[in-house]
């Protein structure tokens, strides 16, 4: 069972649509990351929120961290093919020190 | 370049076969650990350490080792490969191990065991 909950596991949209990704738990986290990995590559950060509540925006992508630290969203506007990759959150569980626990990712595909 | 150089990329080899596989990053990090990714399960960590000579079991420990006897350096070793081993393995390092710290990822290396 994962810790981590991730959904949808395959997102398919057209370029110019919008798309939300959702990370959920049972569990409380200290914070959590979100990562994107292109095909043969490794993951990559994008953005790591650690108080409940915060949104933080990278460009067209919003974060967000829920109240109660047990979920996180990832929202794209107007997404580009560029945004293609399958995205993972990450969290750190508050009595859990030195392991990161993954969820088991979104594949998202953006077509022109 | 901040990086994670991992190798061999690819690796086919036979059950029982030992073989390692390398990991070193040039930042200085003090955390390292490795994953593995199987499909429908996302990233599951393997081992992990905090430093020189500190290793420490992650989530799916057995039929791997470790050592950690450079700061650099972070090799994982499969003493007795089995079938059930096969999968895109990562090697990640970060400058602490707090889950608020970035982790830097490896290409990853795919290996079959046959």
């Known amino acids: 069972t994962q810790l981590l909950e991730q959904s949808p596991q395959f997102l398919s949209i057209q370029e110019g649509e919008n798309l939300t990704v959702y990370c959920n738990s049972s569990?409380?986290?200290?914070?959590l990351q979100w990562y994107r990995q292109e095909p043969g590559e490794g993951p990559v950060l994008l953005v790591t929120v650690v108080t409940g509540g915060e949104v933080k925006k990278l460009k067209r992508l919003t974060f967000q961290f829920g109240d109660a630290r047990k979920d996180s969203s990832l929202h794209i506007t107007a997404a580009q093919p560029g945004d293609t990759g399958l995205y993972l959150c990450a969290g750190d569980l508050t009595d859990s020190w030195g392991k990161l626990q993954f969820g088991a990712g979104t594949q998202v595909v953006v077509t022109p | 370049e901040a990086q994670v150089t991992q190798n061999p990329r690819y690796l086919i080899t036979v059950t029982g076969k030992k073989l390692t596989v390398t990991c070193s990053q040039n930042m200085n990090h003090e955390y390292m650990s490795w994953y593995r990714q199987d499909p429908g399960l996302g990233l599951r960590q393997i081992y992990y350490s905090m430093n020189v000579e500190v290793t420490d079991k992650g989530d799916v420990p057995e039929g791997y080792k470790v050592s950690r006897k450079e700061k650099r350096n972070f090799p994982l070793i499969l003493e007795s490969p089995s079938p059930n081993q096969t999968s895109l393995y990562f090697c990640a390092s970060s400058l602490s191990s707090g889950g608020d710290t970035e982790a830097f990822f490896g290409q990853g290396t795919r290996l079959t065991v046959v």
């Open positions: 569990s409380v986290f200290s914070s």
